[in-house]
């Protein structure tokens, strides 16, 4: 039982260039998301899912694409990289969303993207 | 518009010294505080989750409180391996598995 793998944990960019950031889970979890965390900021939701086929854009979806196709996988895609998105990204996963609409996250060890 | 506001940004601790951190949230609707860990260059780890005022819960040195505008994470007797980030997070009815997480407050504890 892996988790939640992120890969690559480290990546350079130059600015305009297309990638890619893996994140897969083996849980059976629901909600998966992304979560970029810069110096002196909180965590910063970017994309979210709550099923597969289902995806929408939380405070900072601006340059980022995402597509849920199955349950495991949950790609962020970042079109025409600049540098104001260098950052650490997290993706993080939870087992569904309760009644309450509380749920609790497992998140990922992170990547760090620059952007140059 | 919704906040969540941690202090101190930074906290110095000699082993033994006990202390809190806060976490102040101005938000509609609240459906559960999250307190996680972060140790440097990790993911956030879960540690306790909140959901009405008056509740309280504990693990190991660690004690989380909650009132209607902050909640309160006691230190009791730390030690060095206590030494992370401690993120605050809390979520609104209004939309659903979002989370807003404070700045995080950044522990150290030295022996």
């Known amino acids: 039982n892996a988790g939640v793998t992120q890969t690559p944990k480290f990546q350079v960019l130059k600015t305009g260039q297309s990638m890619t950031l893996q994140c897969a889970q083996d849980m059976n979890h629901e909600y998966m998301s992304w979560y970029r965390q810069d110096p002196g900021m909180g965590l910063r939701l970017i994309h979210y899912?709550?099923?597969?086929?289902?995806?929408d854009q939380g405070e900072v979806p601006n340059g980022y694409n995402v597509s849920r196709s199955t349950t495991e996988d949950f790609p962020l895609r970042l079109l025409s990289a600049a540098p104001s998105q260098t950052s650490v990204y997290f993706c993080a996963s939870s087992y569904s969303i309760t009644a309450s609409g509380a749920n609790v996250l497992t998140f990922g060890a992170g990547s760090r993207l620059t952007v140059l | 518009e919704d906040q969540v506001t941690q202090s101190p940004e930074a906290l110095r601790l000699q082993e033994g010294e006990s202390s809190s951190l806060n976490c102040s949230y101005t938000?509609?609707?609240?459906?559960?505080l999250f307190w996680y860990r972060q140790d440097p260059g990790k993911g956030p780890e879960f540690l306790f989750t909140l959901y009405s005022a008056g509740e309280e819960k504990e693990k190991e040195r660690l004690k989380a409180t909650l009132t209607k505008k902050e909640s309160f994470l006691h230190i009791t007797a730390p030690k060095p391996e206590d030494s992370a980030t401690y993120l605050c997070a809390v979520n609104r009815g209004s939309t659903l598995g979002r989370l807003y997480f404070g700045r995080g407050t950044q522990l150290t504890v030295w022996p």
């Open positions: 938000v509609s609707g609240l459906r559960g």
């Open positions: 899912s709550v099923g597969a086929g289902i995806t």
